[in-house]
């Protein structure tokens, strides 16, 4: 072998050494890269999953599912302004349009005769006062708030309740809004 033979057979050896190492560098590169890119997917797909989850929930925050396939239900109202029971008129919600919350007869029953999906929201005790055009809030009920002349108190089945507006309905219960 003639020296530049031999050099030039070390060269060659060193080429092909750095060539099949750049070629291990470029596959580490690539498996590092196909690494990340999977773990970005999935954490992508994961935070879609959610955010889908998310909107999609008919339970999420305060839209808490009652019924599924619907409810008729009928509470009874009492309303009682400085021990004077007051009248609840017949047809709430129902001259017009029909709502789903009304009265038929002035028997103190609310109906309550919802379908498909029905939400905790949908049997508030406010919805009721709504559908009505009347005032219930913790603290009045029609124009009358606390003050001196009196206070709002609430008993649902006999039990003091401090929910006022905010309470969802059951059937038969005995709602009782007293203001003295
Ligand atoms: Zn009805
Ligand atoms: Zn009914």
Not at 66 to 74: D, F, N, P, T, V
Request: glycine share 8%; net charge positive; aromatic share 8%.
């Amino acid at each position: 072998m003639s020296p530049d033979a031999n050099l030039n057979s070390k060269q060659l050896k060193r080429h092909a050494r750095r060539l099949k190492q750049q070629r291990l560098d470029h596959r580490h590169k690539l498996v590092r890269l196909a690494k990340r890119t999977l773990t970005g997917t999935l954490v992508m797909s994961g935070l879609f999953g959610f955010i889908w989850y998310l909107t999609n929930q008919p339970s999420g925050g305060g839209r808490k599912v009652i019924a599924r396939a619907g409810l008729h239900w009928h509470p009874e109202l009492d309303i009682y302004l400085n021990n004077l029971r007051q009248a609840i008129p017949a047809n709430i919600g129902i001259s017009g349009a029909h709502n789903p919350i009304h009265t038929h007869a002035a028997d103190n029953v609310i109906h309550l005769e919802m379908s498909g999906l029905v939400y905790a929201d949908d049997i508030r005790l406010g919805e009721f006062f709504k559908v009505w055009g009347q005032t219930l809030t913790p603290t009045c009920i029609f124009k009358q708030c606390n003050d001196s002349a009196g206070t709002l108190k609430m008993f649902v089945n006999g039990q003091p309740s401090t929910e006022f507006d905010q309470y969802q309905m059951h059937d038969k219960d005995k709602i009782e809004l007293r203001y003295d």
